[in-house]
């Protein structure tokens, strides 16, 4: 399978050269262009031109007695940052984009809303030598079901992936918790070392279980999750640990929509639910009453999650031109998949990598708080059970 990649867009004219300076630029003419790695900010712009270009003898005269920021605002007028985040957005604007829907080749069909609310036959086949196979070649291999999962693993470490805001439970209109999560109660697949299917799978992978890291403690159905169950309302609990072995699974992004954590959201979903835990462990389906995945406030009421967060580095490119200005362009993207670093060294754990992005100002506290309703601490589902029933009126 082969995406075709359009060159690199260039965008020019986005930080154009100004008329009337205060300041007269050293640097006379253009052709001339920097990279740097990292977030597209006004401090590394600035560092990147000094160490390339301004610091270069053959470029800057000797009588030069700018400063390197009375050289730019020479070069690009007083407004710098303004306008680097404008380039810098534009530029992402112009990268190759992949939608979740080209994954199992069904774009504009109903492929990926089946999945994340646990249906198609990623979630519900298992493989098998019995009819449609002959008895020799198995039927319903997941691997190769989903054989373009791994292909387009190797495109989310590098292209940015599109939310799928037109699923109900991913509508960011709706959700605005800035966190995902999906939760799983069975295994499909055997021989990877994750769940307790086996073979053969005739006998030894029948409504097989998980990895467990979670206690289930209830689904409200009434918030949001309709649209999974197929009912207008209702809720379900779960008290005494009597669900069986349950997997659920997260991530969070940063309340600023320009961070890279957030404009890369779309991939860290594709890997959490697509690669890593249906292709890779062979976790599917849903737990009644709620979608596979969905933003956390639509999601059930669990003990706790596991958690991925992705090491982004993007490397920009500025190309100056005389007269005209600078265009920039987005030439590399370096996508890292981990287990997530949480709050006082708990890691792999949501609500500690939570806790953290709300210790280093990258998400509200208040919907930390939110998401603490959904996601207990281990100990508390008989509390929550008992909060979701005064809230229905049964107290």
């Not at 359009?6 to 003419?29: D, E, F, H, N, S």
């Not at 086996?198 to 206690?215: F, I, L, Q, R, S």
């Not at 090491?311 to 490119?317: A, G, K, N, Y």
């Not at 959904?374 to 100990?379: A, E, H, L, R």
Request: proline content about 5%; some cysteine.
């Amino acid at each position: 399978m082969m995406i075709q990649i359009p060159r690199p867009i260039l965008l020019a004219v986005l930080l154009p050269t100004v008329a009337t300076q205060a300041q007269t630029a050293c640097i006379k003419g253009g052709g001339y262009e920097f990279t740097f790695d990292g977030a597209c900010t006004k401090e590394n712009f600035i560092e990147a031109f000094e160490d390339t270009i301004f610091d270069d003898p053959l470029l800057k005269p000797a009588s030069c007695t700018n400063t390197v920021e009375e050289e730019l605002a020479a070069l690009l007028g007083e407004d710098l940052e303004a306008g680097i985040k404008a380039t810098c957005k534009a530029a992402q604007d112009a990268k190759h984009v992949i939608t979740l829907d080209r994954v199992p080749n069904d774009v504009g069909g109903t492929f990926v809303s089946d999945y994340y609310n646990g249906g198609t036959r990623w979630n519900t086949e298992t493989e098998t030598l019995q009819y449609p196979s002959d008895g020799t070649t198995p039927e319903q291999v997941l691997k190769r079901y989903a054989a373009d999962v791994d292909s387009y693993y190797d495109h989310a470490r590098r292209e940015p992936f599109v939310w799928p805001n037109d699923l109900p439970q991913f509508n960011l209109e709706e959700c605005k918790l800035k966190a995902a999560q999906c939760c799983w109660p069975q295994d499909r697949q055997a021989n990877d070392n994750n769940g307790n299917c086996n073979t053969p799978y005739e006998t030894d992978c029948v409504d097989k279980d998980p990895g467990d890291n979670t206690d289930l403690c209830a689904v409200d159905i009434d918030s949001n999750s309709e649209h999974a169950a197929h009912v207008a309302g209702g809720f379900s609990i779960f008290p005494d640990n009597k669900e069986g072995p349950i997997h659920c699974h997260g991530f969070a992004w940063s309340k600023n929509d320009d961070a890279a954590m957030s404009r890369y959201k779309a991939n860290n979903l594709f890997y959490v639910s697509m690669y890593d835990h249906m292709y890779t462990r062979g976790y599917v389906r849903a737990v009644p009453g709620a979608p596979m995945c969905g933003c956390a406030e639509d999601m059930p009421i669990v003990s706790r999650a596991d958690c991925t967060e992705m090491d982004i580095e993007e490397t920009w490119r500025y190309h100056h031109v005389a007269g005209v200005g600078f265009s920039v362009s987005l030439r590399n993207v370096d996508i890292a998949y981990n287990a997530c670093q949480g709050a006082n060294n708990n890691n792999n754990d949501l609500e500690a990598y939570i806790e953290r992005l709300v210790d280093e100002g990258e998400f509200k506290e208040n919907h930390f708080e939110r998401i603490k309703e959904n996601i207990v601490g281990d100990g508390n589902c008989d509390d929550a059970i008992a909060n979701l029933l005064a809230e229905k009126g049964y107290a």
